[in-house]
């Protein structure tokens, strides 16, 4: 069995009733004196139960051994008629063999201490505030005039229109600007959307459940997101709902306050799918709705982003900015295939000729 060592000594002062009743007594000075002395010798030294004793705690013997020494020693010097304060207490440590090295590194223990409990605290609040310790982690900046032009229009008005080909940037400038509304505090809520699918009716012929069907679609608007503020921070701004992300069906019956809202790949909405969310927008809201009309997948009906454009220009705190293929910052190449498939020509429907059977030739 091995024997627990104290980590404490008394001291009688019997003897030395006057530096106790100095070092413990109430005031300003008393109190420097005393910190002074707990500090120089790496001790806390304070009164027993027993008034007639002094109690002194510390992580060893050595510590303890020269705390004992020093306060006799300035017992004495007070005895002499000397003067006791946290000067003196420093010069007796010193005269014992307290290492100043060890007491100096003390304080920076201390204060490492200190910064470890603040970052503890931190870390602790940002798993329990996320949202409060957003913040976009690449550097954003238009690429030309119509991009810069375009976050113009998002800062001014309610509604904005980014209309284009794809590779314009349309969505991720979006992205950004919601991203940013939020770490600013002007909105509490982002809202990302897609239309699922450009019938409504595929999503059955999908493998998995209805959050596995949809994932392809909604893909995008994570990537945009987590370019952004990375994929940690995503998660967990998802998790307490300040980001959400859903297809287009399902912002009917609500009304968005406060919240960015962002509706990509617009072109495949129908009218009234259209009407539909942009009659969602509340109190302190903003959209921005991105699409090429050029591209739409719907089969049987007009495009809703088609048909509402040339009805809502000119309509106050509404935007329409209009890429073209030179705005396009994907790549050099995807703007010259753009260029290229950018004709009146009637697409070729089929280039393949159709071959006859012949006596002299197998037929296929």
Not at 221 to 246: P, S, W
């Amino acid at each position: 069995m091995t024997s627990k060592r104290k980590n404490s000594i008394t001291i009688r002062n019997q003897d030395d009733d006057n530096l106790a009743s100095f070092m413990f007594a109430d005031s300003d000075e008393s109190r420097r004196c005393l910190a002074s002395f707990n500090k120089s010798f790496n001790v806390d030294a304070r009164m027993a139960e027993r008034l007639d004793r002094i109690r002194i705690t510390g992580r060893t013997q050595e510590d303890m051994k020269k705390a004992k020494e020093g306060f006799y020693a300035l017992s004495s010097a007070l005895a002499k008629g000397g003067f006791v304060n946290d000067n003196k207490v420093s010069e007796i440590a010193k005269q014992v063999g307290v290492s100043q090295q060890f007491v100096e590194n003390k304080a920076d223990v201390i204060a490492d201490g200190r910064v470890r409990r603040e970052r503890q605290l931190e870390k602790k609040d940002r798993r329990n505030h996320p949202e409060q310790y957003v913040e976009i982690i690449i550097d954003v900046e238009p690429r030309n005039p119509n991009q810069q032009e375009f976050l113009t229009d998002i800062g001014d008005n309610d509604v904005t229109f980014g209309v284009g080909p794809a590779g314009t940037g349309k969505t991720f400038l979006a992205a950004y600007e919601a991203v940013k509304a939020f770490k600013e505090g002007k909105v509490d809520k982002i809202f990302l959307s897609r239309p699922a699918v450009g019938n409504g009716k595929d999503l059955g012929a999908l493998p998995g459940d209805e959050k596995a069907k949809l994932a392809p679609y909604l893909r995008p608007l994570y990537d945009e997101l987590q370019n952004l503020i990375g994929r940690d921070m995503l998660d967990k701004l998802q998790e307490r709902g300040v980001i959400e992300i859903a297809p287009v069906e399902f912002m009917r019956g609500r009304t968005f306050k406060n919240a960015f809202v962002i509706l990509d790949e617009a072109q495949n909405t129908t009218y009234e799918q259209m009407k539909m969310a942009l009659t969602r927008i509340g109190e302190g809201s903003k959209m921005v709705v991105t699409g090429d009309p050029k591209q739409t997948d719907l089969r049987h009906e007009d495009s809703g982003l088609a048909v509402v454009l040339p009805k809502l220009k000119g309509v106050e705190s509404i935007g329409i900015r209009e890429f073209t293929a030179d705005d396009i910052v994907r790549s050099p190449v995807v703007s010259r295939i753009v260029k290229a498939l950018e004709t009146e020509d009637e697409p070729i429907r089929s280039a393949t000729p159709v071959r006859k059977n012949t006596g002299n030739q197998p037929g296929r």
